[in-house]
């Protein structure tokens, strides 16, 4: 036990060299050498063809004049200056960039949601391998991501079903288990056959995967077999209480859900005798995690949910479209209104990361909608558009609007806002500011304010 401690506290010691910079504060110091383990030394243990080695990872805090850049190509730790940095970084928990001609990452060190054990790597695991490890993936299915309003609660405990299922897969290795997990697998596709082109399964369950390898890595070193590796994975998942919190029954939402499911069954498959490359192959290509798990498997009939599961479940749908009207169907309803204008969230110029209260899709208006759950500041480098859209405020998805270069609108009643050439004044409960642009009516009549050309 001595000599496993002590070697990897000296492959600890030996990493965290090649980076150290005695001005640098000791939890960058140590993240950083966290990060590289995974993500430079050995990232095929993750996915096929994944590394850091072109990036610049950005390591923020905002309140002071310094943060730190960690250069991955030349493993170099140095601080910059944040007057250099724009303000939607700074304003971030996690931004994607340029910085100095390199693709960059960054991670703001003060929030106080990621202080937590290993919280901040994950995070930054999970985050990173949407810019680095996604790109040029197909999409596939819908653009939407929310749970399907009014909701329904079978769908939800169908998910949990084969959750269930695939967790006592990944445990006990029981085929039995992986046939009913296919069960409801296939009622779920089948009798919601919109959720299936919405689910997260792949994007966020891929990119939950990879937090949860990278971690085992990280505490154990590139040097770890799969044997020893799946046993740290479990024994993280184990100890993580939040896992699987969008599956316990208190709280519906498809998005979240994507997150473990297609963690889950991307673990299995790591750790099964499909190649490496071949699974990841196809999820680039556009298929499901669960899709090439379930291949060639024999569905086998579960038995039934326990009644007070269904009724927890059927009670949480009850009190779930009681939410969602309250916040929802005025919107919904303005959105069919006339007289309301349409005022663009310009994703372009905001200056910290979207924060929805949770995302839903209108069976009715066929779109995706979320309400914000704090203020949302919007500002060009020109400082001619800054826009405040409250808390509270619901944002409706609007793929084909009148507009050409924004895509997203919350709604405001048409005399809370002023027209001034270019300069458009809104002064409205959801909306303040002013913005650079002009007044569109579509062919349905319908009224938009069009931000001018975003940079």
Avoid at 258 to 283: C, E, H, T
Wanted: net charge negative; charged share 25%.
């Amino acid at each position: 036990m001595f000599k496993i401690s002590f070697f990897i506290t000296m492959y600890f010691f030996i990493i965290s060299g090649a980076v150290a910079n005695p001005a640098a504060p000791r939890e960058v110091t140590e993240l950083v050498s966290q990060f590289k383990i995974p993500t430079v030394d050995c990232p095929e243990k993750i996915w096929s063809g994944f590394d850091w080695k072109s990036l610049v990872v950005v390591l923020i805090y905002p309140q002071s004049e310094d943060s730190w850049v960690w250069d991955v190509s030349k493993d170099e730790l140095k601080s910059v200056k944040n007057s250099t940095l724009d303000s939607g970084t700074l304003g971030s928990t996690y931004n994607f960039f340029m910085f100095d001609g390199k693709k960059a990452m960054s991670l703001d060190m003060s929030d106080e949601d990621l202080k937590n054990d290993d919280q901040l790597f994950k995070f930054g695991a999970h985050e990173f391998f949407h810019y680095a490890g996604q790109g040029g993936w197909k999409n596939r299915g819908s653009s939407g991501r929310g749970t399907v309003y009014p909701v329904s609660w079978q769908p939800r405990l169908y998910r949990r079903m084969m959750f269930d299922h695939l967790k006592n897969f990944f445990i006990e290795n029981k085929l039995e288990d992986l046939q009913s997990a296919k069960f409801w697998f296939e009622k779920w596709s089948r009798e919601h056959v919109l959720e299936t082109q919405m689910a997260t399964d792949r994007f966020e369950g891929s990119a939950t995967y990879a937090e949860s390898v990278a971690l085992a890595v990280s505490q154990l070193g590139c040097q770890a077999d799969d044997q020893i590796l799946k046993a740290q994975v479990m024994k993280n998942l184990m100890a993580d209480d939040g896992f699987a919190y969008a599956l316990d029954g208190d709280y519906f939402s498809l998005d979240s859900e994507g997150y473990p499911v297609g963690g889950l069954a991307s673990l299995i498959l790591r750790f099964s005798d499909i190649k490496l490359a071949d699974w990841n192959a196809q999820i680039e290509d556009g298929k499901s995690p669960l899709e090439i798990l379930f291949e060639g498997v024999q569905s086998v009939e579960s038995t039934p949910p326990p009644e007070k599961l269904v009724s927890q479940f059927q009670a949480t749908g009850v009190k779930t479209n009681q939410k969602y009207a309250s916040a929802l169907d005025p919107a919904i309803k303005a959105w069919k209104d006339k007289k309301m204008i349409r005022v663009p969230f310009i994703s372009q110029y905001l200056q910290s990361n979207l924060r929805p209260q949770f995302f839903a899709f209108s069976a009715e208006l066929n779109k995706e909608l979320f309400p914000l759950s704090v203020d949302h500041l919007f500002l060009s480098p020109d400082y001619k558009t800054n826009l405040k859209i409250h808390k509270g405020a619901v944002i409706i998805d609007d793929f084909n609007a009148a507009c050409r270069n924004a895509y997203s609108y919350a709604m405001v009643p048409e005399e809370k806002i002023q027209v001034r050439g270019k300069e458009l004044q809104v002064n409205s409960d959801s909306v303040v500011g002013t913005m650079q642009g002009s007044q569109v009516i579509s062919k349905e009549g319908y009224k938009y304010l069009c931000p001018v050309d975003v940079l």
